[in-house]
């Protein structure tokens, strides 16, 4: 158990629909990462928050936004979806910007 | 842009065989290398590698990078089926602080 916890395990939902990921980083990290894994793509950055900021973007498409809250928690905003974005959605934290990344057990999307 | 490729993709092996798994990358401004294991969800930390030709060790797991050579592999001795996994490497920049994996080696230890 890395510490690191996501809700919900899994969702299913329908194309169009908008869903809300969460994530609780470990105890003191103060850094929070969002990661996809599909199949053909493996595990791709989307986006990056440091103590309720934005540092840094990755192949996150618009339709996607986050934000880290004052208790350092996360959520990752998927709007308008399609089939393409059913994937593994992995949250990462680490103690600061460039610390070794700790990963929550991931939610699994499937969108219809 | 940035590169990570790992080598094999797949491999199957016999318990007690030693396996040795590749990463080579082709990344600006290296910082560090890290090598995660996969079993059915969350990828798990092993080992991060910053300096060339340091190894990391950890029971039967073991790792090096050569920065010269822009590699690095992980090494499996006396593998077990509770091996059986998705080995990931990642390499971090130091002008970003996302983590740039590649696909993966999937390993089958097969008693």
């Known amino acids: 158990d890395s510490g690191v916890t996501q809700t919900p395990k899994h969702l299913i939902t329908a194309t169009g629909q908008r869903v809300t990921l969460r994530c609780s980083p470990r105890?003191?990290?103060?850094?929070v990462y969002w990661y996809q894994q599909s199949l053909d793509q493996g595990l791709q950055f989307l986006i990056q928050?440091?103590?309720?900021?934005?540092?840094a973007k990755g192949n996150i498409l618009e339709r996607f936004s986050a934000q880290q809250f004052p208790d350092l928690h996360s959520e990752l905003n998927l709007s308008s979806l399609e089939l393409g974005d059913s994937a593994l959605y992995f949250c990462?934290?680490?103690?600061?910007?460039?610390?070794?990344?700790?990963f929550g057990p991931g939610t699994r999307l499937l969108v219809l | 842009e940035d590169k990570v490729v790992q080598s094999p993709l797949s491999l199957v092996v016999h318990e007690g065989d030693t396996v040795t798994l590749n990463c080579s990358y082709e990344?600006?401004?290296?910082?560090?290398l890290l090598w995660y294991k996969q079993e059915k969800k969350a990828p798990t930390f092993l080992f991060m590698l910053?300096?060339?030709?340091i190894e990391k060790k950890s029971g039967r797991l073991s790792s090096i990078l050569d920065k010269k050579e822009l590699f690095s592999i992980l090494n499996i001795t006396a593998t077990q089926t509770g091996d059986s996994a998705v080995y990931l490497c990642?390499?971090?920049?130091?002008?970003?602080?996302?983590?740039?994996f590649g696909k993966g080696t999937s390993l089958l230890v097969t008693p």
């Open positions: 910053t300096s060339s030709g």
């Open positions: 928050y440091y103590n309720g900021e934005e540092r």
């Open positions: 105890s003191g990290d103060l850094s």
């Open positions: 990462a934290s680490s103690v600061e910007g460039m610390g070794t990344q700790y």
């Open positions: 990642a390499v971090s920049t130091n002008s970003g602080y996302a983590l740039n």
């Open positions: 990344v600006t401004n290296f910082r560090s």
